[in-house]
């Protein structure tokens, strides 16, 4: 009998009486995230840095002392290194987990998004090496070595360090340990570009020690006022290198 009462009782009333006695509450649709390129790139600057993160750029770098900061890099060569990292030239598990399924499209999307960001860069303080270790870095970056055959590092990276276009990348404010650890990737291997592979070459020319005063003075040296990659080199490379075929000796 009691049955066949509630069957006369409309379905709708019955939902409401049960939310009711439950104390449930109707659910707030969740907020719509916004479906632009910056929101889509959030996994990159949580690493290289945000708006939100000091210094207040995105793809500064942040105030980690190992990522690099990518804001205004080349988008030649920040296409290149994804490439890179998807296609397993470059060895890094986060990267490759992030870009191994996307198009070249939405990479090359991806380099021009970075490159057009303009971030300053902390500036850290001077290595503690004694000063002959400073200076013999120094020595390697404006100058070279030419008993070791190794070409100074502003002959292909720009007068200011700062790269050139279209795929040159800047060496000014990058922290000394990703410095140290690209350097190693190249030795041991882990790390290559499209052949020629000059930065390959250039780091088994290089002692540890050598390694180690180059990233002390570069991780040290401000960044211009002008951070912009050079419109060109002012000469050709000293040696061939296959990621910047334009600038062939």
Avoid at 14 to 21: E, P, R, V
Avoid at 115 to 140: F, N
Avoid at 224 to 230: C, E, N, V
């Amino acid at each position: 009998m009691p049955m066949r009462g509630l069957s006369r009782v409309p379905a709708v009333l019955l939902g409401c009486a049960w939310l009711a006695c439950a104390g449930a509450q109707p659910q707030t649709p969740p907020a719509r995230v916004p479906a632009s390129l910056a929101q889509r790139l959030a996994a990159c600057t949580s690493c290289h840095g945000s708006a939100s993160t000091p210094p207040a750029a995105i793809g500064s770098g942040g105030e980690r002392q190992y990522f690099p900061r990518i804001a205004g890099k080349p988008a030649g060569y920040l296409y290149n290194q994804l490439v890179n990292f998807r296609d397993g030239r470059r060895q890094y598990p986060l990267m490759t987990w992030m870009v191994q399924h996307l198009s070249d499209d939405y990479l090359h999307e991806i380099a021009d998004y970075f490159s057009a960001r303009h971030a300053p860069a902390p500036v850290l303080d001077r290595a503690t090496l004694p000063a002959a270790e400073l200076e013999r870095g120094r020595q390697l970056v404006t100058r070279g070595d030419t008993a070791l055959k190794v070409p100074a590092c502003i002959a292909c990276h720009g007068e200011r360090l700062t790269g050139a276009l279209p795929a040159i990348p800047g060496l000014a404010g990058l922290p000394r340990d990703y410095i140290n650890a690209q350097f190693g990737a190249w030795r041991n291997g882990s790390r290559h570009a499209l052949a020629p592979d000059c930065m390959g070459t250039i780091a088994t020319r290089l002692s540890l020690a050598d390694v180690s005063a180059i990233s002390a003075w570069l991780a040290s040296e401000p960044l211009p006022l002008d951070p912009a990659p050079a419109a060109q080199l002012a000469r050709p490379l000293p040696l061939a290198c296959g990621s910047a075929p334009e600038n062939k000796p």
